[in-house]
């Protein structure tokens, strides 16, 4: 085992935190409840203005494996993530938005998976939450493998569920140019490692006042971007996935 890493199924689990006094007790509980024990909550907090550090420092003291890492300037979640992903000392990273929840035998099942395929992302199933914390009755299933083409076409792999092997892949850290995580899944992916979903809900994404809609022709600008000037393709092929990118986009919003 290399000698950097304190042990060989460690995962660092990332979590951005700005004004999330609101969740983030909740948060951090789903953490600890998992039964899988071996891990390290790093929490970075991006300048908040409520309450979030006090609580999560009520945490720390009682747990060792909750960090808590103050950004003196606030400067967004791409750049909180690649703090915590600079402190990780895990083999395995995953992350965590301070208003998300995972079921208690996520890293469980998605470490089996890490080990029974070789695989370099996990990633899962996950399941729509009011601001309440209440099902949605929404539902989004995986695909159990995903190529760099499906990418394309749509982002198979919701942040919250995704965990990388930094064995496989080394420290991959988040582009400032918006759609951050996206870029980071189809950067790894097309160098040719594999992603294996597990079409389990082992996560609960919660859907926040507007933000399903509020910036979706933002959203829309940033992914012309990813095609044109990140993945650099032609501008038939960029019509191409951009128009099966919106049409899969519509479905999982307003069908699936």
């Known amino acids: 085992m290399n000698s950097i890493y304190p042990s060989d199924d460690l995962i660092s689990i990332i979590t951005p935190s700005y004004n999330s006094e609101q969740f983030i007790a909740k948060t951090i509980d789903s953490v600890i409840n998992q039964s899988h024990q071996n891990w390290e909550m790093i929490i970075i907090d991006d300048l908040s203005t409520d309450n979030s550090c006090e609580i999560i420092e009520n945490y720390k003291a009682t747990d060792p494996r909750i960090k808590l890492i103050k950004s003196k300037i606030n400067q967004g979640p791409a750049y909180s993530?690649?703090?915590?992903?600079?402190?990780?000392?895990?083999?395995?990273?995953?992350?965590?938005?301070?208003?998300?929840?995972?079921?208690?035998?996520?890293?469980?099942?998605?470490?089996?998976?890490?080990?029974?395929?070789?695989?370099?992302?996990?990633?899962?199933?996950?399941?729509?939450?009011?601001?309440?914390?209440?099902?949605?009755?929404?539902?989004?299933?995986?695909?159990?493998?995903?190529?760099?083409?499906?990418?394309?076409n749509y982002n198979h792999i919701g942040c919250l569920t995704a965990i990388y092997d930094t064995h496989q892949t080394g420290k991959v850290y988040f582009k400032k140019i918006g759609?951050?995580?996206?870029?980071?899944?189809?950067?790894?992916?097309?160098?040719?490692?594999?992603?294996?979903?597990?079409?389990?809900?082992?996560?609960?994404?919660?859907i926040r006042t507007g933000s399903v809609s509020s910036n979706k022709l933002k959203m829309t600008k940033y992914q012309w971007h990813i095609y044109r000037k990140i993945e650099n393709l032609g501008l038939i092929k960029s019509m191409y996935h951009f128009m099966k990118y919106t049409y899969n986009g519509v479905k999982k919003t307003f069908f699936l």
Request: no cysteine; aromatic share 12%; glycine share 6%.
């Open 179 to 206: 759609h951050e995580d996206y870029i980071m899944w189809l950067s790894i992916i097309k160098l040719g490692h594999s992603a294996t979903g597990i079409n389990n809900v082992l996560a609960q994404y919660r």
């Open 81 to 152: 993530r690649n703090s915590g992903i600079e402190l990780a000392k895990g083999r395995y990273i995953a992350f965590l938005d301070s208003d998300d929840l995972w079921k208690p035998e996520k890293l469980k099942h998605q470490l089996e998976a890490f080990k029974e395929t070789g695989t370099a992302i996990s990633f899962s199933a996950y399941e729509w939450i009011n601001e309440n914390g209440n099902p949605l009755n929404k539902t989004i299933f995986v695909k159990k493998n995903i190529n760099y083409s499906d990418m394309l």
